[in-house]
């Protein structure tokens, strides 16, 4: 076999299609799968902060310990409910990365996670 920096494009490309078996791809279609779980659960959590007139996810979260009183109460409700996501949706996603389910609409999996109640 040759180096890689040595093959030419078409070399690359008949090496490249050689290696995606059914298997790999089914793998990698799972992992991708997975991973835009993820990336979408962590975007709602990201979003779900900023709606309440944060910076986001880490700069609410900071406030737990905060002086101000409302500040503290909405970190600690965040931080409550992140973790109650985080924990639903992990079920989710580790199903879909056993080949036990397929998540085909992203928005109703981020819709069916527990609901952040704020402060009144």
């Known amino acids: 076999m040759k180096e890689?920096?040595?093959?030419?494009?078409?070399?690359?490309?008949?090496?490249?299609l050689a290696s995606l078996t059914p298997e790999k791809i089914a793998a990698d279609k799972i992992k991708f799968a997975a991973k835009r779980l993820e990336d979408a659960v962590q975007a709602h959590i990201e979003a779900?902060?900023?709606?309440?007139?944060?910076?986001?996810?880490?700069?609410?979260?900071?406030?737990?310990?905060?002086?101000?009183?409302?500040?503290?109460?909405d970190a600690a409700v965040f931080v409550q409910w992140r973790d109650a996501v985080?924990?639903?949706?992990?079920v989710g996603i580790?199903?879909?990365?056993?080949?036990?389910?397929?998540?085909?609409?992203?928005?109703?999996f981020i819709a069916s996670l527990p609901k952040i109640v704020w402060r009144p």
Request: net charge negative; no cysteine; aromatic share 6%.
């Open 94 to 108: 580790d199903q879909v990365k056993s080949g036990q389910a397929e998540i085909a609409d992203i928005d109703a």
């Open 4 to 16: 890689p920096s040595t093959l030419s494009a078409a070399e690359r490309m008949a090496e490249l």
């Open 48 to 73: 779900t902060a900023k709606a309440n007139g944060y910076d986001g996810e880490a700069s609410l979260a900071s406030y737990v310990a905060s002086a101000n009183s409302e500040w503290a109460q």
């Open 86 to 90: 985080w924990t639903a949706a992990q």
